[in-house]
């Protein structure tokens, strides 16, 4: 990718903050309105920022490893960016499409990059009604709650509740329950990726529930429907020979 115009953005830690001084010297700095690409410092928390404050710039995000997990960055080296950027490998991701309808009525509107989530908010299990394409799927799922993820959120907290890590190019989604109580033994669901998903919160006043949508949380939902938002393409840019998807191949390797 041939560009002139970088803008450099940061997360708060020092790590972060000194990188942004030096690369902002050594190669200049520009508004993320006014540049070709936002190479985005520090780790994988700041990087979801980065995407949801940039992604109607339409610009390609590149991120640079100066924080904690550091899963969805490139390495970080102060020398030659611009020939990093010409030859980075640019991944096309699609988000999930988050509308939740709480207790009063209101309508909620979230975009997420990695998964939507439905959470219990008290000691009490939630009991969650499932459709898939306006089919009843489950009847009852008594949890601690379920999430739906994309394949670029899979290895994340989807893979920490014991879900599929999915290919990028797959096309699907992962639906995973979190600490299923009963049924006891569903572990989950795959489905494609135009699948709408609706999940309804049975007894939500004793048993009250919140959806998550990466950093937006709305409390008290009695309704949520998930979909992928295809009109809403999110760029971002990797090393050749540190690309994602074979970054996902390996954590399904890892020790």
Known sequence: MATSRVAFVAADGE??????AALSRR?????????????????????????????????PIFGMHRGTVGFLMNRYDEDGL?????????????PLRMTARTADGKNHDAIAI????????????????????GKERMEELSCDGVLVSTPAGSSAYNLSVHGPVLPLGANVLA????????????RGAILPHTAVVRFEMMEHEKRPVSAVADRDEVRDVVEVTVREDRTQPLRLLFDP??????RIVAEQFAP
């Open 15 to 20: 790590p972060a903050r000194e990188a942004l």
């Open 27 to 59: 190669y200049g700095q520009h508004a993320p309105e006014k540049a070709d690409v936002v190479v985005a410092l520090g780790g994988d928390g700041f990087m979801l920022e980065a995407i949801h404050s940039y992604m109607h710039l339409k610009a």
């Open 82 to 94: 611009a020939e990093r950027l010409a030859k980075a490998t640019e991944v096309t991701l699609h």
């Open 114 to 133: 990695n998964e939507v989530s439905m959470l219990r908010q008290t000691r009490q299990a939630a009991k969650i009604r499932i459709f898939i394409d």
């Open 175 to 186: 639906m995973t329950p979190i600490s299923a109580f009963r049924p006891r033994r569903w």
């Open 241 to 246: 020979e540190h690309n994602l998807e074979e």
